[in-house]
């Protein structure tokens, strides 16, 4: 089982930026395709980004294109989301997960297919 701890959050202003980090330890994460989720308060948790095993294919839901880049360093086990923050929508509990099947493509962005989370990091945006 892979385990996942995510960093980074905190209190910034929008227009600001942040990067989370993901570490995984336990079994490796470089064959399996992986994700950042957010949940807001009263909201679901909704998929904010993904990228392949290879770091070759990204997904962004629209809300954050443009303005969100997720990145991999297999090497170092550790999965990023740089984020250019601009609204306070942004604000949310973000989760890093592991898609469950190895070298899955499509990249798939329900949370069903995710079987390995972290215990979120908190971003709070600022008008």
């Known amino acids: 089982q892979v385990q996942l701890v995510e960093s980074g959050g905190g209190l910034v202003q929008a227009g600001g930026s942040l990067r989370l980090s993901c570490a995984a330890s336990?079994?490796?994460?470089?064959?399996?395709?992986m994700a950042w989720f957010r949940q807001a308060p009263g909201k679901e948790r909704e998929c904010v980004a993904a990228i392949s095993w290879s770091g070759g294919t990204t997904y962004y839901v629209d809300s954050v294109k443009g303005r969100f880049t997720i990145s991999r360093d297999n090497v170092k086990n550790t999965v990023y989301l740089q984020m250019n923050t601009r609204k306070h929508e942004d604000s949310a509990i973000y989760y890093c997960a592991k898609d469950s099947i190895i070298r899955v493509f499509p990249l798939r962005t329900r949370q069903y297919a995710y079987d390995s989370w972290g215990p979120g990091t908190q971003v709070t945006v600022s008008a």
């Open positions: 336990g079994r490796t994460f470089v064959n399996y395709s």
